[in-house]
């Protein structure tokens, strides 16, 4: 075991921190809190000038590209410092998604507008009969009869829940049932949309946690094939590869690090800092960012040297956020009465913490669902479902 | 960076594995009871040199911290009935003393007093039952005391070998090591080695018990199938997978850090393993011993040795709430301090 740090690492941290520094500003912080839409533009466009999103990361079946350590690094000193960073995630996924699975066309016409920051992402896998059995998805996608000279059309009927950054994304990728008759995961196709063609509607859904999130319906869209990411029912595959995806991407666990620091501040401000009970449960909290951090660490570790983690991301993704519960509830209740004050000033955050922290065990696979993964895939038990 | 053991460390794994799998069967531990103690085992321990391990390389040892976790990990598997985190660690303190090299090839056991001495008297000392060396603060002294080891312990939870030491009897050789801040400073030093020891002890138990519980409940058949094959026991155990992964990387990080030459960030992670083991212990048994049913609480059953370990070895530090508390103090700084 070997826990210094790789020095390319430690320099691309460096890097992060100070573009975060220089670009990102208290007032972008507090607009994405007040809206619940963790995109600024601003902030992405100036990334995306780097040169960041055009780097992609390397991922399964891509060659090249950013040390998946980089990556993970690069979410985690996003997330430690406010950064609204949802657009660039969902952005990076897809584009990896499309860089292995897209196109011509798509390689053409998409992929450069993702790299210069032009266009954002949103993910359309959940529906509202399907959240955690994802490919139980019944968005219908037909075949368009017509002259078979001609591109074929598919005419998409349906409604997505949840689809995050719809209202500020270019493209949303898109899970489709293209064949009932067949066992669930080899009826779906999938396509990469664009998110102004006709018959495409969207409308908000607010959130506990102050996400702004939304449902968007399809009726009648015509898409063209040439937008279809993958085979003809081929849908799963690449719903397995932007998972992988998914697993690098997502590295932002150390909200409980924010927290404490924030407590901690307040804490010492307001002399709560000097009550034995507080120090002692400010301590757990720490306990359980260093361990947070450690697992969280790992299927990072895995990817760079060329692996592909599997329940490394599952055991990580539960801990940090069943620990950021946790974390959320004893704050909640040590900072008493003013933990339940929302404007900014005084101890926000708490308030903040508490109403986002159990979003955290639901989205990117519930609790449940990495117990599953973890039962199965690392204890060798059998399969529950 | 590495999360994974090198393949050096992965041979010193196997090879204490196979030691400890090879001679210390359950058998051995039950065979122990209620002393605690299993003298042959310590024999076979000291001919491979294991009891000099945490001692400087001239004088019969050179480990790493690296790789003393390996060994105790390995140990606390299979509950093995001898003190090593307690020799190991008190062992530290030995070396400009008459007793080192009995101490290094293990004809000597030594134990560390892990809280200040009372009229001179060390209660419940881990190892004390067993031990001819007592490391201890006594007021401000940090003292090695050469005694007859008693060979029997105060019936106790987790059939260990503690026992109350009295350490101003010199006749058989008493030495002081340090005084004043010196003395309680290397007295810390010796509490933190122990907590080490004791994290890794405790990582190996909690993951020998959740391999035990799957193991059963594969076996068991309820309802007409497997016990392991419904949910609630899946979630149940797999629930107890992050925070075993996560006290391995964290007592693994504390002994890298101490290996590095970082002894402040490595005492800090010990005080965080230790007690983040001494909690993932506790609930890993419980919940194993819950998923053996009423088979768990019984006697003849395995899993219950492991429960009651987890909370006895851990305990002899005092209660975790002291830890906790000194642990703030070294994240946030003392109440009151500037
Ligand atoms: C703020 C927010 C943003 C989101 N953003 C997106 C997005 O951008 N794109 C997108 O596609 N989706 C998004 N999601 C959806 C998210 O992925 C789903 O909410 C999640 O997968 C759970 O699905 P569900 O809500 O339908 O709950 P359900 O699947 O109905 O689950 C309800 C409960 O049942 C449990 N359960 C379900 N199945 C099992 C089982 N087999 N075993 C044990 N327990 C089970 C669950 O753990 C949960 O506790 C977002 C969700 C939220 C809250």
């Not at chain 2, 594969?218 to 016990?227: N, Y």
């Not at chain 2, 010990?270 to 009423?294: I, N, P, Q």
């Given at each position: 075991?070997?826990?210094?740090?790789?020095?390319?690492?430690?320099?691309?941290?460096?890097?992060?921190?100070?573009?975060?520094?220089?670009?990102?500003?208290?007032?972008?912080?507090?607009?994405?809190?007040?809206?619940?839409?963790?995109?600024?533009?601003?902030?992405?466009?100036?990334?995306?000038?780097?040169?960041?999103?055009?780097?992609?990361?390397a991922?399964?079946?891509?060659?090249?590209?950013?040390?998946?350590?980089?990556?993970?690094?690069?979410?985690?000193?996003?997330?430690?410092?406010?950064?609204?960073?949802?657009?660039?995630?969902?952005?990076?996924?897809?584009?990896?998604?499309?860089?292995?699975?897209?196109?011509?066309?798509?390689l053409?016409?998409?992929?450069?507008?993702?790299?210069?920051?032009?266009?954002?992402?949103?993910?359309?896998?959940?529906?509202?009969?399907?959240?955690?059995?994802v490919?139980?998805?019944?968005?219908?996608?037909?075949?368009?009869?017509?002259?078979?000279?001609d591109?074929?059309?598919?005419?998409?009927?349906?409604?997505?829940?949840?689809?995050?950054?719809?209202?500020?994304?270019?493209?949303?990728?898109?899970?489709?049932?293209?064949?009932?008759?067949?066992?669930?995961?080899?009826?779906?196709?999938?396509?990469?949309?664009?998110?102004?063609?006709?018959?495409?509607?969207?409308?908000?859904?607010?959130?506990?946690?102050?996400?702004?999130?939304?449902?968007?319906?399809?009726?009648?869209?015509?898409?063209?094939?040439?937008?279809?990411?993958?085979?003809?029912?081929?849908?799963?595959?690449?719903?397995?590869?932007?998972?992988?995806?998914?697993?690098?991407?997502?590295?932002?666990?150390n909200?409980?690090?924010?927290?404490?620091?924030?407590?901690?501040?307040w804490?010492?401000?307001?002399?709560?800092?000097?009550?034995?009970?507080?120090?002692?449960r400010?301590?757990?909290?720490?306990?359980?960012?260093?361990?947070?951090?450690?697992?969280?660490?790992?299927?990072?570790?895995?990817?760079?040297?060329?692996?592909?983690?599997?329940?490394?991301?599952?055991?990580?993704?539960?801990?940090?956020?069943?620990a950021?519960n946790?974390?959320?509830?004893?704050?909640?209740?040590?900072?008493?009465?003013?933990?339940?004050?929302?404007?900014?000033?005084?101890?926000?955050?708490?308030?903040?913490?508490?109403?986002?922290?159990?979003?955290?065990?639901i989205?990117?696979g519930?609790?449940?669902?990495?117990?599953?993964?973890?039962?199965?895939?690392?204890l060798?038990?059998?399969?529950?479902? | 960076?590495?999360?994974?053991?090198?393949e050096?460390?992965?041979?010193?794994?196997?090879?204490?594995?196979?030691?400890?799998?090879?001679?210390?069967?359950?058998?051995?531990?039950?065979?122990?009871?209620?002393?605690?103690?299993?003298?042959?085992?310590?024999?076979?321990?000291?001919?491979?040199?294991?009891?000099?391990?945490?001692?400087?390389?001239?004088?019969?040892?050179?480990?790493?911290r690296?790789?003393?976790?390996?060994?105790?990990?390995e140990?606390?598997?299979?509950?093995?009935?001898?003190?090593?985190?307690?020799?190991?660690?008190?062992?530290?303190?030995?070396?400009?003393?008459?007793?080192?090299?009995?101490?290094?090839?293990?004809?000597?056991?030594a134990?560390?007093?892990?809280?200040?001495?009372?009229?001179?008297?060390?209660?419940?000392?881990?190892?004390?039952?067993?031990?001819d060396?007592?490391?201890?603060?006594?007021?401000?002294?940090?003292?090695?005391?050469?005694?007859?080891?008693?060979?029997?312990?105060?019936?106790?939870?987790?059939?260990?070998?503690?026992?109350?030491?009295?350490?101003?009897?010199?006749?058989?050789?008493?030495?002081v090591?340090?005084?004043?801040?010196?003395?309680?400073?290397?007295?810390?030093?010796?509490?933190?080695?122990w907590?080490?020891?004791?994290?890794?002890?405790?990582?190996?138990?909690?993951?020998?018990?959740?391999?035990?519980?799957?193991?059963?409940?594969?076996?068991?058949?309820q309802?007409?199938?497997?016990?392991?094959?419904?949910?609630?026991?899946?979630?149940?155990?797999?629930?107890?997978?992050?925070?075993?992964?996560?006290?391995?990387?964290?007592?693994?990080?504390?002994?890298?850090?101490?290996?590095?030459?970082?002894?402040?960030?490595?005492?800090?992670?010990?005080?965080?393993?230790?007690?983040?083991?001494?909690?993932?212990?506790?609930t890993?048994?419980?919940?194993a011993?819950h998923?053996?049913?009423?088979?768990?609480?019984?006697?003849?059953?395995?899993?219950?040795?492991?429960?009651?370990?987890?909370?006895?070895?851990?305990?002899?530090?005092?209660d975790?709430?002291?830890?906790?508390?000194?642990?703030?103090?070294?994240?946030?700084?003392?109440?009151?301090?500037?």
């Amino acid at each position: 075991m070997d826990f210094r740090p790789k020095e390319s690492v430690e320099e691309f941290r460096r890097w992060i921190r100070g573009f975060v520094a220089e670009h990102l500003t208290e007032d972008m912080i507090e607009r994405a809190r007040r809206t619940g839409t963790f995109h600024d533009w601003g902030f992405h466009r100036a990334l995306a000038a780097t040169g960041v999103i055009a780097e992609g990361m390397a991922g399964p079946g891509r060659a090249g590209g950013r040390d998946p350590l980089e990556l993970y690094v690069f979410f985690d000193e996003l997330g430690l410092a406010d950064a609204p960073f949802y657009g660039l995630a969902n952005t990076m996924l897809v584009a990896g998604v499309v860089e292995q699975i897209g196109s011509a066309f798509h390689l053409a016409e998409v992929l450069p507008r993702f790299h210069r920051g032009e266009a954002i992402a949103a993910l359309g896998y959940s529906e509202p009969g399907s959240g955690s059995d994802v490919a139980a998805a019944a968005t219908r996608a037909e075949r368009v009869p017509g002259d078979p000279e001609d591109e074929p059309v598919w005419l998409v009927n349906g409604q997505k829940m949840f689809t995050t950054l719809v209202h500020e994304a270019g493209y949303v990728i898109l899970l489709t049932r293209t064949d009932p008759d067949v066992a669930k995961h080899r009826g779906l196709t999938m396509f990469l949309v664009p998110t102004d063609l006709p018959g495409i509607s969207f409308q908000a859904v607010e959130t506990m946690g102050g996400d702004r999130t939304n449902i968007t319906y399809f009726a009648d869209v015509r898409v063209p094939d040439r937008w279809r990411l993958g085979e003809v029912h081929g849908g799963w595959d690449v719903m397995k590869v932007a998972l992988a995806y998914e697993r690098g991407v997502f590295g932002n666990m150390n909200q409980g690090v924010s927290l404490l620091r924030r407590f901690t501040r307040w804490a010492t401000e307001t002399g709560a800092m000097d009550d034995t009970a507080v120090r002692k449960r400010l301590a757990r909290i720490a306990i359980d960012n260093e361990i947070t951090a450690l697992l969280a660490l790992r299927p990072a570790l895995i990817a760079s040297a060329g692996g592909l983690p599997t329940t490394e991301g599952s055991i990580a993704k539960l801990y940090a956020s069943e620990a950021y519960n946790r974390a959320a509830e004893a704050c909640l209740d040590m900072a008493g009465p003013e933990g339940l004050l929302g404007e900014p000033g005084d101890a926000w955050f708490v308030d903040h913490a508490a109403r986002d922290a159990p979003v955290t065990t639901i989205y990117g696979g519930t609790s449940e669902i990495q117990r599953n993964n973890i039962a199965e895939h690392r204890l060798g038990l059998p399969r529950s479902r | 960076m590495d999360l994974e053991p090198t393949e050096d460390q992965k041979a010193v794994r196997s090879a204490f594995s196979e030691f400890f799998t090879d001679r210390c069967p359950i058998s051995v531990v039950r065979a122990a009871e209620p002393l605690g103690f299993a003298a042959d085992l310590w024999r076979r321990l000291a001919a491979m040199g294991v009891p000099g391990m945490a001692l400087p390389e001239d004088a019969g040892g050179g480990a790493s911290r690296a790789d003393l976790i390996l060994l105790l990990h390995e140990a606390g598997r299979v509950l093995a009935p001898v003190p090593l985190s307690a020799h190991l660690a008190a062992s530290r303190l030995l070396l400009d003393t008459p007793w080192c090299a009995g101490v290094a090839d293990g004809t000597l056991i030594a134990a560390p007093a892990l809280r200040p001495t009372v009229d001179g008297l060390a209660r419940l000392v881990p190892g004390g039952a067993v031990a001819d060396v007592v490391v201890a603060l006594d007021e401000d002294e940090l003292v090695a005391v050469r005694g007859e080891a008693p060979m029997t312990a105060p019936v106790n939870h987790a059939a260990a070998p503690l026992a109350d030491r009295y350490v101003r009897d010199d006749r058989g050789g008493r030495v002081v090591l340090a005084r004043g801040e010196d003395a309680a400073r290397r007295h810390a030093a010796l509490r933190r080695e122990w907590q080490l020891y004791t994290a890794a002890t405790l990582t190996g138990l909690a993951e020998r018990a959740l391999e035990s519980a799957v193991a059963y409940t594969l076996e068991r058949e309820q309802f007409g199938k497997p016990i392991g094959a419904f949910q609630a026991v899946q979630q149940g155990l797999a629930d107890l997978v992050g925070p075993l992964d996560g006290i391995r990387l964290l007592t693994a990080r504390a002994a890298w850090c101490a290996d590095e030459g970082d002894p402040a960030e490595a005492g800090r992670l010990a005080v965080m393993a230790f007690l983040a083991a001494t909690e993932v212990a506790r609930t890993t048994t419980y919940r194993a011993v819950h998923f053996h049913g009423g088979y768990g609480v019984t006697l003849e059953y395995d899993i219950q040795l492991y429960f009651r370990r987890a909370r006895g070895w851990p305990l002899v530090l005092g209660d975790p709430d002291e830890e906790y508390r000194a642990l703030a103090d070294d994240l946030f700084g003392a109440v009151g301090g500037v």
